[in-house]
């Protein structure tokens, strides 16, 4: 039977279940990585399984998110990191190094196998013809330990292109093309996967740039083939060794086929607070701009960042915008200071920061008050630029670039100016000087550990019935940013007791306060949401702080992947309305019952919530395999595992 790239790599690393679309799952995990905000808890939950070396072919620790450094915390984590790292075989990336995703598919990623993040944009591995997956960090630890990963089999959604891009349109127009046509929603249990002749007009970090925002879809991953271009990428990292073609069978059959024409694509932008509100950059053409940011995982590599260096060659800075830089690795600032284009951008009037996620996550760079600041990052939701008010606008690099010079929305074709033509070197420059291999005497290493690093908090078991409060009613679209947000607050990510009294602050600063009043009073916390709640990130600690403050259910319209493996790992039941009208029939504050909630769980019955406060009752679904099931009844993954030692079958 003719096969996607998808069941190819899937069924290879098959450890339970079989490849059928909407079964259970469990995988074989080749490489994981992780990064430093999500990376303390999973090396945390690691220690707590008891094992001497990690079982993965490759495990990567980066430091790229918590890079600034106000108070000891940060660096006290990247200490904890780098010695955890050394002791149980793990390499580690330095911070300085680059972002994790960038530095992944430079130095480590290889076309065929499966790769396991604690990122969300994990699937950026996909540009290379990896089955790459963003998940929690606990689900992470556990691939470390030899674990299989479990996952819904996705189905398969065939994006076909042809055509060739023309000069100013790139992949981030790509992308905004795929998120305009499949939202943000709905997308849940999907993998896209590119084909087409179009495929062979794009190059490596320009796929990787494409399947890095799939994941602003909601999709499991992207991926694209591993062909002639994948080994001139390879090649040129001094790493053709690791070529093998990944192609689909050409009669293999889709869930559905999407076509893109390269040829037809326009500068496109994604307008506040959606990466999925996509439109014409000619439709905002004008619009003042007060800051610009080039870099992120999505758009930093080399050839990203030389685009902009050639279109700012001998320009300056308009005087009406804050021009910030954030390169993707070191490899990449590298070549762009042995080739003189980084002394053009700082003759342009640029702001380097360092090689790291920066203004991307909110930690540093918020603009002005009711700014306007276009990014070439993947994610504008409200708030994560750590401006309230501004108004993040999502470009691609020629689009950036051109307001640098214009103050204005400008569509880069305006410019009037020739399009430079920028080709991938044949050889980067290769010092991985900054990745620290693992310790050869793993008994030396002591591992280090500041104030700052707490143990992963414990849960008690599903209890009889859940008897609660609604703490928070909320709509659609809830990201995990506005659960718990990041920026200056990352730095409690090892701290939950912490981290957690930021729980929904942008959304309603008094929740953590009910929440804690609600818990000390006996009852339970209950959320409420609309469609796509838990959008966004990976981090696990979206579900991890809820538990901690007494949060036994979320009932929403629908969940995202990641955060509903989440809230599972963690205890927390994701329930969805089977009447998605019973959702106007809860306020805030109302009083629900969820009488046998354990019982019902184990036998797979069906859940009625009892609304004490309206005295309107209502149906709720769980679409939980098994052994999910289980995980609940235990009261999450660590107590689940735990259990399971004790008991063998
Ligand atoms: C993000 O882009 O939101 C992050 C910060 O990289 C997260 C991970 C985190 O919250 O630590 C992600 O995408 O998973
Ligand atoms: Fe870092 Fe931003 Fe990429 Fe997240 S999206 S990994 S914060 S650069």
Not at 19 to 27: F, L, N
Not at 191 to 200: C, L, Q
Not at 627 to 639: E, F, K, N, P, Q
Request: glycine content about 10%; proline content about 6%; overall charge negative.
């Amino acid at each position: 039977m003719a096969k996607t790239m998808t069941q190819k790599i899937l069924e290879r690393h098959l450890i339970t279940g079989e490849y059928r679309p909407g079964s259970e799952i469990g995988i074989h995990i080749d490489q994981t990585l992780t990064q430093d905000a999500t990376g303390t808890m999973a090396y945390l939950q690691f220690e707590a399984m008891g094992l001497n070396r990690i079982r993965t072919d490759h495990s990567v620790s980066f430091v790229d998110h918590n890079t600034i450094q106000i108070g000891f915390e940060n660096a006290d984590d990247h200490k904890y990191l780098q010695t955890v790292a050394a002791k149980f075989g793990i390499y580690y990336s330095r911070a300085g190094n680059g972002i994790c995703h960038q530095v992944h598919l430079e130095r480590f990623g290889r076309p065929g196998t499966t790769l396991l993040g604690s990122d969300s944009h994990t699937p950026t591995g996909g540009g290379i013809g990896q089955i790459a997956i963003g998940a929690g960090g606990l689900d992470v630890a556990l691939a470390m330990a030899g674990e299989p990963f479990y996952l819904t089999c996705p189905d398969v959604i065939q994006i076909n292109l042809t055509g060739e891009l023309r000069s100013w349109v790139s992949a981030k127009d790509v992308i905004l093309k795929v998120l305009q046509i499949f939202s943000t929603k709905g997308n849940v249990g999907y993998v896209f996967e590119y084909s087409g002749p179009g495929v062979k007009t794009l190059t490596v970090p320009e796929r990787a740039t494409i399947a890095n925002m799939g994941a602003e879809c909601g999709v499991t991953t992207s991926i694209f083939p591993s062909d002639e271009e994948t080994r001139r990428f390879l090649k040129s990292q001094a790493r053709e060794g690791d070529w093998r073609k990944i192609a689909a069978d050409p009669d293999a059959g889709y869930f559905k086929v999407v076509n893109i024409n390269l040829s037809e694509l326009v500068p496109l932008v994604a307008t506040p607070h959606s990466p999925g509100n996509v439109s014409r950059v000619k439709d905002f053409e004008g619009m003042e701009v007060n800051q610009v940011c080039v870099g992120s995982c999505t758009n930093s590599s080399y050839m990203d960042l030389m685009m902009v260096a050639k279109i700012l060659k001998d320009k300056k800075v308009h005087p009406g915008v804050s021009f910030i830089l954030a390169p993707g690795s070191r490899q990449v600032v590298d070549m762009l200071a042995r080739n003189g284009a980084l002394a053009d951008l700082i003759e342009t009037g640029v702001r380097l920061e360092e090689n790291a996620c920066g203004f991307c996550i909110g930690n540093s760079q918020s603009p002005q008050n009711e700014a306007i600041s276009l990014r070439t990052s993947n994610r504008n939701f409200p708030g994560r630029s750590g401006t309230k008010s501004a108004g993040v606008y999502l470009v691609s690099p020629e689009t950036a670039a051109a307001a640098v010079i214009t103050g204005k929305i400008t569509d880069p074709r305006d410019l009037g100016i020739p399009y430079p033509d920028i080709t991938l070197p044949e050889k980067f420059i290769i010092d991985d000087s900054m990745i620290l291999p693992p310790s050869d005497d793993p008994n030396s290493i002591e591992i280090y550990r500041g104030p700052n690093i707490g143990e992963p908090p414990g849960n008690e078991v599903l209890p009889e019935k859940v008897s609660g409060i609604v703490t928070i009613k909320m709509g659609d679209n809830i990201t995990t940013d506005h659960i718990i947000p990041a920026g200056p607050r990352m730095k409690y990510r090892s701290n939950i007791p912490r981290y957690s009294e930021f729980l929904f602050e942008i959304v309603d600063p008094g929740f953590f306060d009910r929440a804690r009043e609600i818990k000390n009073s006996g009852r339970h916390n209950i959320i409420v949401s609309g469609l796509s709640y838990g959008q966004g990130s990976s981090r696990e600690h979206a579900a991890l702080c809820p538990m901690y403050v007494g949060v036994k259910t979320v009932i929403a319209k629908s969940f995202e992947r990641i955060h509903a493996a989440n809230l599972i790992n963690f205890g927390i039941v994701p329930l969805t309305f089977k009447n998605e009208a019973d959702y106007d029939m809860i306020n805030q504050g109302d009083s629900l019952e969820i009488p046998d909630i354990r019982d019902k769980i184990s036998m797979g019955e069906t859940l009625i919530v009892k609304n004490n406060s309206s005295g309107v009752n209502f149906e709720v679904s769980y679409n939980l395999s098994h052994r999910a099931r289980d995980i609940l009844l235990a009261g999450g993954m660590l107590s689940y595992i735990r259990n399971k030692k004790n008991n063998p079958e």
